[in-house]
């Protein structure tokens, strides 16, 4: 993350929270903060145009056509994701097998990456 904080950071701006600047300060850095944007795709796309780095969800990275490069933070950042539901009796089946294999620890959601212009 060291090496992270002296680049230009093209922050996706999301409020008040923000899981990448949590662990810039987790870890005693402050990001060089560029551009502040609210879309992921304009995101990529400045990443792809070479105007600086980002991290963003790995949600969000999958099956894109962009030309970048993209690793995984270290140490690695995740998002909480919460579920809510009045009881298991209500949920439909995949529902319940989804709570399950989260319970279980068999599904992780939305790891963090690093993308930079190759």
């Known amino acids: 993350m060291e090496a992270l904080s002296t680049e230009p950071f ?6 008040d929270w923000s ?3 949590e662990s810039f300060k987790a870890n005693g850095l402050q ?3 560029e551009y502040r944007v609210i ?9 792809e145009s070479g105007l600086g780095i980002s991290i963003l969800s790995e949600l969000v990275l999958n099956k894109v056509s962009y030309r970048f490069v993209k690793k ?4 690695p950042i995740y998002r909480t994701i919460g579920i809510a539901y009045k009881t298991r009796k209500l949920c439909q089946p995949q529902a319940g097998i989804l709570l399950i294999l989260l319970s279980i620890g068999l599904m992780k959601f939305d790891r963090w990456y690093i993308t930079f212009k190759n």
């Open 72 to 75: 995984e933070t270290a140490p």
């Open 39 to 47: 879309d992921d795709y304009t995101i990529m796309s400045m990443v």
């Open 10 to 15: 093209i922050l996706l701006d999301q409020g």
């Open 31 to 33: 990001p060089n903060i």
């Open 19 to 21: 899981e990448p600047l």
